[in-house]
Each structure stands twice: as C-alpha cells, then as structure tokens.
C-alpha cells in the first residue's frame, strides 16, 4: 500500500499525493462515491447519515466504506476475537471513535471472517490499525497503543483527512445516557492550521506555507505545523508538473541536482520512500558543499512528511550522518 502519514505521530507508511499535486491547475475529477449523500430527515445539510459510528467491516461491504472514505476518514481495525489484546484495542477505539461524534467511522474487520481484507491491509498479526482516505489505505500502528498514542494518531489522521479535502461529518442515531445525549465538546484547530487547510484545499499551496510558517514562528513546538509545512511544500514543488515531465527531466539531466531532488520528492509522494532516500544519498558524495546541504536539508523535510518515527527514518539518519562524517 502506498500511504503517506503525516509528521510527530504514530502513522506508518506513506500516503500516495499525486492526486494533489494539479489540483490548484484544474478541477480535479470527481471522485467515486464522493457526492454527497441525500441528507436524512433531521440532519443537517452536509452531514452523512450513517446507521452507526461503528461498523462490522467485510468482504463484501467494504467497497461502501471506501466511497464514504471520500466525505470522512474511516478507521480500520483488524482484529480476531482470539486476540484478547486486539479485542481490548477494538474497545478503546470505540470509546475515541464515539467521543470524536462524526469526525470518523470505524471499521471493525474480524481478520478470520474476512482474509480478503487482512491481505489487502497485510495485518501480519492483531491489532492491526489503519485509515482510508479518498479510497487510500493509510497504515497506523500494530499492537497495543495506549489510549493517549491514540487519540493523537486520530488527531494526525484529521490533519492529514483535511489537507486531501476530507473533511465532512457523519451522524449516527443519538446513543442516550440516562435519557440524555452525550454532550461532546472539542477543541478547536488553531486558527492558522484552519486557515492553511482552507488554502490548500483552494490549491493555493503558497498560502498554506505562509499560514504554516506563521504558526512556527508564533510557537516553535508546533510539531502538527512543522508537518504540514514539509507536507505542503512537497505538494507546491510538484504543483503543475507531469510524472513523465519530472521524470524525463531527471533522466535527461542528471547533472542537474534540483531536477534529482524533484524527483525524489514525486518518488516518495508515491509511496516509494526508500527510493527516494537512496537517491538523495546516491547523490551526496558527488556534491560540492552548497549540493551536499540542500540535499541534506531535503532530507531532513522529508522526513517531517513521513513522520520522525517512521521506521524508514532511522537507517536514513544512519547513512546521512556516516556521509557527513
């Protein structure tokens, strides 16, 4: 699968941005599935009804859970009734998936009712979580999580949901307690990470940078801004350019570092981030001194898009530090 999770969490894998990358140049086509539902008798316009927060995942439904993943993103939780700690998993997420009160579905897949599925999501062992986005599989974490992980793996998926333009709402039947529906309340995005998502859903990826850049500086620690500048000037380097445009530009001039770093960054917007490393620390050795630092800083961005605890991170670190000493 070729997912792509934002920075600082605990998303593994990498999303596939390609469908990004024109999206300011032209409207995009529409994508399966992704009109709106008709709204149900007491829901609001722009909400999609949906019998539960909480659905049992199959073979055979899935290819609904992948049309709604258009409006909102759907969790994946493969588990087996085997596993005491994938059942136990299933249980908090329920309990997260439930709070959030329509900013997610989830999908609980039973591993052994429907290995179609195991396969497509490669749930070597239970729990296995993972996301959908527009139809693309975003791979989470496996094994047991505590419940804070979590709700900040969700908070990343949110993030990364609303920079692809998922950021509708869905509305299940009110579960009382004690006769009363829950009240939930949440906290509200910063209001420069509302207005970058706002920007890059426009395509006005320079907008975005800007919003990014002025929460960074406004707060340095904001880890989910530092993300998403990396995120979003990926997708501003390859805004307007073809695959076999960047390609054949690479190909044609290998000289060129700036055509090598570009696409390196189509490489791993696609997925391949191994490829995209080895390129980059292909080049290094050859480079003079101003060479050897953009692709050091490239690297360094790169590894914001994919997340610092990605497992691809830490063997890329090894090669770049043994290159720069």
Known sequence: MTNLPPSGS??????????????????????PGAAAAPAAAGVPAGVVPVPSLVLDGTDANFGELLELSSRVPVIVGLWASRSEPSTALMTVLEKLITDLAGRFVLARVDIDAN?????????????TVAAVITGQPVQLFNGPLAEE???????????LAAQQGVTGTVEAPAAAA??????????????????????????????????????????PNDTMAVAGLAQVSLLARLQGKTIDQIRNGAASSPDDLDAQLLVADLDLSGGHIEDAFDRLLSLFP???????????????????VIGQDDP??????????????
């Open 10 to 31: 605990n998303l593994r894998g990498a999303v596939d941005l390609s469908s990004l990358v024109n999206r300011g140049q032209a409207a995009a086509p529409a994508t």
């Open 115 to 127: 290995p179609q599925l195991a396969q497509a999501f490669q749930a070597q062992s239970v729990p």
């Open 149 to 159: 992980q979590i709700s900040d793996v969700l908070g990343r998926v949110l993030e």
């Open 178 to 219: 004690d006769g009363e529906p829950a009240e939930v309340v949440e906290e509200p995005l910063p209001p420069h990470h509302v207005e970058a998502y706002a920007a890059i859903e426009a395509g006005d990826y320079a907008t975005a940078q800007s919003e990014y850049r002025t929460a960074i500086a406004q707060n």
């Open 286 to 304: 050859a480079q003079p001194a101003p060479g050897r630092n953009a692709i050091r800083e490239r690297i360094l961005e790169l590894f914001e």
């Open 312 to 325: 691809r991170v830490p063997p890329t670190r090894s090669r770049l530090t043994a290159l720069l000493y």
